[in-house]
């Protein structure tokens, strides 16, 4: 048995935080270990594991064998461990509890993962449950609950560090102390007035370097940066961002205080926002409630088949539009062979510059009003693409269908090649303004719009140029 | 001139904070009031704008009139304006300055930020400056500035706070509070043993609340997560994530402290990386080097022309695939109208697939071992998919095909649904394995080798399964 204990040396099972590790290896030494009795050595090993890194282990083990390991931490720790599992799977723990040891485990989770475990439990669970709860807590579950989902509201923490008026810096510092056990951070303060009413921030940092006897109302920043509930997480994530901050204070409509957010609530925000803004570039949509790799089948499927489905009946148009020429296309065939280069060519200059844009909006570089402007540089872009890509295929065009249908396919690169580009330029803007996301301009919905203009301007052009006859 | 000067109240140019903010806008009226005179109330305004909002106006400005309104403001909060703009416009409003102001000016600068100054300059500026800077600020840009871009040490600061061993929390926080002026943040700081070697870490929050006589060895976390000078800025950022850490320490290779990255500077890092993958996602490859709007006809250029310009000869095989099968195509000339539906299927569907992945591979979500299990699971959902799409279309495919080509089309969709998906969710490990970054199986990339085997899976069965005379 030595030897697996051994394997829980975190040298040996290989350190959690390298880029190489493996969960699920290490979770069946951890299994191996605890079903040998190995419960000192696994207490040991957890003591010099990040909680995080702890989490990511026990998610890969049965239920029973990870109910085992967190019985071997402290509460404090747990409850750490616990808030980073998959929320189903914290809930799948829950319900295994009785009710009196859940209680001391949400009591010391932090508010906003205790107000989602909440939520992740059924109904049967959730009554179960409240009598157990102080009020406090269950008014502070029902507060953080109740702002929709996406929003600033939801996935702020209800534990900040706020101040009266009238301090000294020494007595705010005390009072900090004081409170620091039950607050997400004590490095941003909000003071606020009788109406729970921001009107002002300072930082740890200012009241330790300021003299003692200095007012906090001197030492304050008074203009604050501040969101209110309603607004998207993804624009209050944004704004800790950019104005480099710990902590944001969210408030109501009564302009109220009911939370903050922090930074690394905020980083997780503008992960996941990313997330979805690149898989809906990419034609999935909707959340994928987990990893890629613990995701169901069916949501999988879900999240593809809409715009599979979508798209096939936008590319009939394409088929019409072939079919529509199928005289020219019988009388030179040959045309079909640079078909699929050139809608091709069209839906990937669409297809880059959507994605240019919808980057740009994502992160406010670009906004509404800078259409115009992005409309005449795509154009001059778009046309120099076209006409290097126009010469790239000259050779082929002439060696493969002659100087007739070289010409034709030359004209048209250059024409598609705009086309495309300022398609799939001016889409997200178009989406934006009808009050969708412009990352709905993915990809294969840019393509499949600019394919069925290439069709159409390439047969169109062939038509005009080309004699009727075969040749 | 009165109301150009009210039009600065904040609440009159918009707030900046605000989603709808106009910088250009705000620029105007500012350049006027500083046309007019009216410097006091610039001041003033200033006094209520955060130094990133102040930084986006100023960009907007022409070089005079972004001095003159640098001018206004006092040494620290200019240097941390400068500080915001972008590097180039930095040079040049800091090869527009005298020596002694420049020095002062990057004297007060944060050590990242002065670095990456400094390296903006052209080596006669540089040349210029060098001597007007104390050696120890001579020694840290060079320091900063000597590990290659992308890495950890690259984005690094050196204004870390340190400790050494052997002090009382009281002795820590006095010491804290005396070199707070000079470093990025105090709220965590590191105990160094006399080879600077990193012995635990240590909150200012636990400092604040334990006894001041408690000692700091006792106080501090020893396994402490860093990363190293040549790991990527990416993973580095990604720990700062993954552990909620508010500074990671960076350590070189005799595993000494030289620096740390700080939370907010991560958050540009992941926001820079995200926007990286995007972009080559949508087959844009290189570093914007500004935002869309500022980027050079130029740089936008050379980010899109060469793969445009490789897709272009992979789609000759498509066309190559189409030429072979000239024959069956004239016999059943209905057979192209079936075509850009078929091969968008199974481009989308590839870059659907790759998409899921090369996201859950820069998150870590995935790893390269993962991708037989995910192999197995595409399958599964791709089969759905394709049968799903198979169903849609079908009607279609009797009504403009007859019974004989709907046939043709429906096989034809499964198949190119699944390999579509199955070379759009591979291709980003094999990339992976052949040391490229996963997120080149961009989209474009996927859709273009998908539409090959399309053409070829289509007029393969076409041709098997079609009598080869006209129908």
């Known amino acids: 048995m030595s030897d697996i204990l051994e394997n829980l040396d975190p040298e040996l099972v290989g350190r959690p935080d390298a880029p190489d590790f493996d969960a699920s290896a290490a979770a069946d030494v951890l299994h191996e270990a605890l079903e040998k009795g190995g419960d000192d050595a696994v207490r040991d090993w957890f003591a010099h594991v990040q909680e995080a890194d702890i989490a990511d282990i026990l998610a890969e083990l049965e239920l029973p ?4 390991a967190l019985s071997l931490l402290g509460l404090e720790e747990r409850a750490e461990v616990v808030g980073h599992l998959p929320v189903s799977t914290q809930a799948d723990y ?3 509890l009785e009710r009196s ?11 906003d993962e205790r107000a989602d475990l909440f939520n992740a439990l059924d109904t049967v669970e959730q009554d179960r449950l409240l009598p157990a709860l102080a009020h406090a807590e269950r008014e502070d579950i029902r507060r953080l609950s109740s702002y929709p989902e996406g929003t600033a509201g939801a996935v702020m923490t209800s534990e900040y560090a706020s101040l009266p008026e009238g301090l000294t810096a020494r007595q705010a510092v005390d009072e900090l102390r004081r409170v620091a056990p039950d607050k997400e951070t004590i490095y941003s303060a909000f003071i606020l007035d009788d109406q729970r009413r921001v009107i002002g921030v300072v930082s740890l940092r200012d009241l330790i370097v300021a003299p003692p006897t200095a007012l906090v109302v001197d030492l304050m920043e008074s203009d604050v940066i501040s969101a209110r509930v309603e607004d998207t997480q993804e624009s209050a994530a944004e704004k800790i961002a950019r104005y480099d901050l710990i902590a944001l204070p969210i408030i109501n409509g009564g302009d ?8 690394d609530d905020a980083m997780d925000v503008a992960e996941a926002e990313a997330t979805e ?18 995701a169901t089948i069916p949501r999988l ?4 088949v809409t715009w599979l489905v979508l798209l096939v009946f936008a590319n009939i148009f394409s088929g019409a539009g072939i079919a529509a020429y199928e005289d020219t296309i019988a009388a030179h065939l040959t045309l079909l062979f640079f078909l699929p280069l050139l809608i091709a060519s069209s839906g990937n200059a669409g297809a880059q510059a959507s994605t240019l844009m919808v980057r740009a909006m994502a992160t406010g570089d670009v906004q509404m009003r800078d259409w115009g402007r992005m409309l005449g540089r795509e154009f001059l872009v778009a046309a120099l693409l076209g006409v290097t890509m126009s010469a790239a295929i000259a050779g082929i065009g002439v060696w493969r269908g002659g100087v007739d249908v070289a010409q034709v396919v030359a004209v048209t690169m250059v024409i598609v090649v705009i086309v495309g580009s300022l398609i799939g330029m001016s889409l997200p803007f178009l989406l934006s303004r009808l009050k969708f996301d412009p990352a709905t301009a993915s990809g294969p919905l840019v393509t499949s719009i600019a394919d069925v203009a290439g069709v159409l301007i390439y047969f169109g052009i062939a038509a005009a140029m080309l004699s009727p006859s075969v040749a």
Chains 1, 2 share one sequence.
């Not at 064998?65 to 085992?68: D, G, L, T, V």
């Not at 109220?256 to 930074?263: C, F, H, Q």
């Not at 499927?301 to 593809?304: F, G, Q, S, T, V």
């Open 277 to 294: 803004d690149f898989h809906r570039a990419g034609g999935a949509i909707g959340n994928l409630g987990a990893s890629v790799r613990d």
């Open 94 to 96: 829950v319900a295994s």
């Open 256 to 263: 109220k205080l009911v939370g903050i957010l922090t930074a």
């Open 65 to 68: 064998s990870m109910a085992r």
């Open 301 to 304: 499927y879900r999240m593809r």
């Open 101 to 111: 040891e859940v209680a001391r485990l949400l009591r010391e989770m932090s508010a």
